[in-house]
Structures are given as structure tokens and as C-alpha cells.
């Protein structure tokens, strides 16, 4: 059974940077998507980016530019960089893949 663990979060100063990592057990690695979504406190859960099995990204337009996703197959782990953080985008960031999520890590950008 898959299981899905994130790291990374933090908190950070607008402008600032973080890398989240979404680690991947108990799947075939390379051959499904994974997603990466944010909660916000009291607010619905919102996708940020996906990768697919062709190693092809999506963003979306409030963080195209300053987010990227990657993965490493020989560590079975996706990537979230994050850049030039903004206050908006503070949050519970979640990595979703084959219908499961992880337990999420937070990221608070405050001043």
C-alpha cells in the first residue's frame, strides 16, 4: 500500500525559500503522478503542481514561476521548490498520488 511522507515545511520571510519533499513507499515509483496540494487554515485544499510518469509539470498560475516540482527515482521522493514565497502562500502542504495523502508539512510565510 502506498504511504505518502512529507518534510520541508517551515517557517519562512516573504521572499524566502523552501524545498518540501514528498517521500514514496510501497508503489511503483515512476509510473503514476503525484500532486502536490495546500490547505490553508479554514480554507478548502487547492492543487499547487503535479509531475507525471513522463516527468511533465503543471502549475498553477499563482505559484507558475516560483514553484517547481521535480522527483528522484532513485530515491522514490518528489520535490517541491518553492521561491520568492508570498504570505498567500501559507499553508498545510499535502502530496497526493493513486488516491492517498500524506499527512502534510506546514509552511508559514510571515514577516
Known amino acids: 500500500q502506498v504511504q505518502l511522507v512529507e518534510s520541508g515545511g517551515d517557517m519562512v520571510q516573504p521572499g524566502g525559500s523552501l524545498r518540501l519533499s514528498c517521500v514514496v513507499s510501497?508503489?511503483?515509483?515512476?509510473?503514476?503522478?503525484t500532486n502536490w496540494y495546500r490547505q490553508p487554515l479554514g480554507k478548502e485544499r487547492e492543487w499547487v503542481a503535479s509531475i507525471n510518469d513522463g516527468g511533465s509539470t503543471a502549475y498553477d498560475g499563482a505559484v507558475q514561476g516560483r514553484f517547481t516540482v521535480s522527483r528522484d527515482d532513485a530515491e522514490t521522493t518528489v520535490y517541491l521548490q518553492m521561491n520568492n514565497l508570498k504570505p498567500d502562500d501559507t499553508g498545510l502542504y499535502l502530496c497526493?498520488?493513486?488516491?492517498?495523502w500524506g499527512q502534510g508539512t506546514q509552511v508559514t510565510v510571515s514577516a
Open positions: 510501497g508503489s511503483v515509483f515512476a509510473i503514476y503522478a
Open positions: 497526493n498520488r493513486e488516491g492517498k
